[in-house]
C-alpha cells in the first residue's frame, strides 16, 4: 500500500514537473537567449541567487571574486546568477556550463566527502578550466593538499550526494 501510494506521489510530481518545463526568455536575458525553467541538476542558492551573488564569468576574466549585480542577471538550472556587467551575462548566456561551478556550486570539498554545504565565493580555484568553490579559506587550504584526489572522489559523489 505505502509502495503504491509513493508511486503515485512520484509520477504525480513528474508529471507535474514536466508540464513546467518550458522555455522561456526573461527581461534581463540578451536579447534571442531562451532559458530553460526545469532545472536538471541542483544549485546552491541562498534565496534563490546563486553563489552568494557572485559573478561567475569573473572568475575565469578577472581572476578574482567579484560581487554580481541584480542589475544583470541570468535564470539557469532553477537560480538567479549575478553578474558585474552586462558582457559578462551575456558570455554566461551562451555557454553556462563554461563557467558555472563544479557540483553546482556547493562545496567541492564537501562533496569530495560525501555531503554538501554552502560556500564563501572568495574560497575558490579553477581547475583545468572548471571552476571549484570551498565553504571557507580555511577548508580551501585542506581541499589544496589534494586537489586532484578530492576532485576525483567529488566527481565520483556527485550527484549522489544531494540524497544525504
Not at 570539498?109 to 571557507?136: C, H, M, R
Request: contains cysteine; aromatic residues 12%.
Amino acid at each position: 500500500m505505502k509502495r503504491s501510494i509513493l508511486l503515485s506521489v512520484v509520477l504525480a510530481s513528474t508529471m507535474l514537473l514536466a508540464s513546467c518545463a518550458t522555455s522561456t526568455p526573461t527581461a534581463d536575458a540578451p536579447a534571442g537567449t531562451e532559458q530553460a525553467a526545469a532545472p536538471t541538476y541542483a544549485v546552491f542558492a541562498e534565496d534563490g541567487v546563486a553563489i552568494r551573488g557572485a559573478d561567475p564569468v569573473a572568475y575565469f576574466s578577472e581572476g578574482e571574486y567579484t560581487p554580481g549585480s541584480d542589475e544583470f542577471t541570468y535564470d539557469w538550472e532553477g537560480a538567479t546568477w549575478q553578474f558585474a556587467s552586462a558582457e559578462n551575462r551575456d558570455l554566461f548566456a551562451a555557454s553556462p556550463e563554461e563557467y558555472a561551478p563544479q557540483y553546482g556550486g556547493f562545496c567541492a570539498y564537501a562533496v569530495s566527502q560525501g555531503n554538501t554545504a554552502p560556500i564563501e565565493p572568495t574560497a575558490w580555484e579553477i581547475v583545468d578550466g572548471k571552476l571549484y568553490l570551498n565553504f571557507n579559506d580555511k577548508i580551501q587550504e585542506r581541499w589544496a593538499k589534494d586537489i586532484p584526489g578530492y576532485i576525483a572522489q567529488a566527481d565520483q559523489n556527485w550527484p549522489g550526494v544531494l540524497a544525504n
